[in-house]
T-cell receptor, first 115, second 111 residues
């Protein structure tokens, strides 16, 4: 049983560039979540999908952020025109998504540094 | 604003002793509670979840939930140096699907 995978693990980019991250959830998990974590803080929710439908987006998520989950499998998170404040660990989690099973399992994360 | 509160620590516990980590939350209607362990530079790892009042045990870990007091705790028995990490409390508030995290408690086990 493979866990959640994320690529790339590290990304260094210059301010103003676009970046895209990929997440592959645990197979048969219907729900996929994106979180962002900065140093000394707990992860903050960004958005989540039930299959291919994006059901909620955080008000923290500016228009520069977009996420997709085509075909309900892997997901991508794109940040356009990156800013230094976007530097963080971007975490993906997946969950079975059926009643009474709410546990979320995280991938290794993508650490973004914007210079 | 729905919140999860944890003592940031650091909490130092001698090897072999019981480590006790505490968490309070703001919404009495919450149903789902989680403890994650996070080593420095790594992602959170789910170690316990609890949905009903009372205690839930898994190996050296015990989660305790008191919904009336809006309080959830994690006990680690026979603490080992490998337990040194930040422990994150997370709650799924009623009407939500996302995890809301506390800021975490840094635990150090002293050999």
């Amino acid at each position: 049983d493979t866990g959640v995978s994320q690529n790339p693990r590290h990304k260094i980019t210059k301010r103003g560039q676009n970046v895209t991250f990929r997440c592959d959830p645990i197979s048969e998990h219907n729900r996929l979540y994106w979180y962002r974590q900065t140093l000394g803080q707990g992860p903050e929710f960004l958005t989540y999908f039930q299959n291919e439908a994006q059901l909620e987006k955080s008000r923290l998520l500016s228009d520069r952020f977009s996420a997709e989950r085509p075909k309900g499998s892997f997901s991508t998170l794109e940040i356009q025109r990156t800013e230094q404040g976007d530097s963080a660990m971007y975490l993906c989690a997946s969950s079975p998504g059926y009643r009474s099973s709410y546990e979320q399992y995280f991938g290794p994360g993508t650490r973004l540094t914007v210079t | 604003q729905k919140e999860v509160e944890q003592n940031s620590g650091p909490l130092s516990v001698p090897e072999g002793a019981i480590a006790s980590l505490n968490c309070t939350y703001s919404d009495r209607g919450s149903q789902s509670f989680f403890w994650y362990r996070q080593y420095s530079g790594k992602s959170p790892e789910l170690i316990m979840f609890i949905y009903s009042n009372g205690d839930k045990e898994d190996g050296r870990f015990t989660a305790q939930l008191n919904k009336a007091s809006q309080y959830v705790s994690l006990l680690i028995r026979d603490s080992q140096p490998s337990d040194s990490a930040t422990y994150l409390c997370a709650v799924i508030f009623a009407g939500n699907e996302k995890l809301t995290f506390g800021t975490g408690t840094r635990l150090t086990i002293i050999p």
